[in-house]
Antibody, heavy 122, light 113 residues
Framework: EVQLLESGGDLVQPGGSLRLSCTTSGFNFRTYAMSWVRQAAGKGLQWVST????????HSADSVKGRFTISRDNSRNTLFLQMKTLRAEDTAIYFC???????????????WGQGTLVIVSS | DIVMTQSPDSLAVSLGERATINCKSSQSILYRSDNKNYLAWYQQKPGQPPKLLIYWASTRESGVPDRFSGSGSGTDFTLTISSLQAEDVAIYYCQQYYGDLHTFGQGTNLEIK
């Protein structure tokens, strides 16, 4: 059974940093691209970042570029999102999601975690 | 960046009736080399993560009821629910995965009339 479990969400002050983790099981993690998607309260889904299966190709939304870094540890089946210089508008539930197609960067996402809540507030 | 625009923002349909949601991309998301449209549809219910319904614009994910169908090509796409059931009340999102940035539409809130 495919499982994705996010952790690391917390209350943090503006300008602060946080690292989110997504621990996975039930599939060959190193074969699939992975993504982070966020959702502010009462708002729509916002794609944040995607990383290729090998970790060699990453892209992020303009709103987080230069502040957020996606990475992965294929030996630990874990995805990360390092978040720096956090702003109030980064407050959201952060979901990790697995690509549906192996190897390919460009894929829909077939499995999602339940999300972890990040609150940026003083 | 590719911008995805859904219409309408909100939709109320009677049980058993057809629901149609539209999604338009700011540029073509049809990849000529494999003739596939890089578009997915997701359903999200309150307090839950999104659920994949449709990929490649028209391929139904395993386990998704056949009342859900996707169509369209290039820049214009449609999600159709042929006979609305109570459990279909949700917010529906389209997403393109053609570009490096995999943007979502703003969502369509589907309710029962």
């Amino acid at each position: 059974e495919v499982q994705l479990l996010e952790s690391g969400g917390d209350l943090v002050q503006p300008g602060g940093s946080l690292r989110l983790s997504c621990t996975t099981s039930g599939f060959n993690f190193r074969t699939y691209a992975m993504s982070w998607v966020r959702q502010a309260a009462g708002k729509g889904l916002q794609w944040v970042s995607t990383i290729s299966a090998s970790g060699g190709n990453t892209h992020s939304a303009d709103s987080v570029k230069g502040r957020f870094t996606i990475s992965r540890d294929n030996s630990r089946n874990t995805l990360f999102l390092q978040m720096k210089t956090l702003r109030a508008e980064d407050t959201a539930i952060y979901f990790c999601a697995k690509a549906r197609v192996p190897v390919e960067y460009s894929s829909s996402s077939d499995y999602w975690g339940q999300g972890t809540l990040v609150i940026v507030s003083s | 960046d590719i911008v995805m625009t859904q219409s309408p923002d909100s939709l109320a349909v009677s049980l058993g009736e057809r629901a149609t949601i539209n999604c338009k991309s700011s540029q073509s998301i049809l990849y000529r080399s494999d003739n596939k449209n890089y578009l997915a549809w997701y359903q999200q219910k309150p307090g839950q993560p999104p659920k994949l319904l449709i990929y490649w614009a028209s391929t139904r994910e395993s386990g998704v009821p056949d009342r859900f169908s996707g169509s369209g090509s290039g820049t214009d796409f449609t999600l159709t629910i042929s006979s609305l059931q109570a459990e279909d009340v949700a917010i529906y999102y389209c997403q393109q995965y053609y570009g490096d940035l995999h943007t979502f539409g703003q969502g369509t809130n589907l309710e029962i009339k």
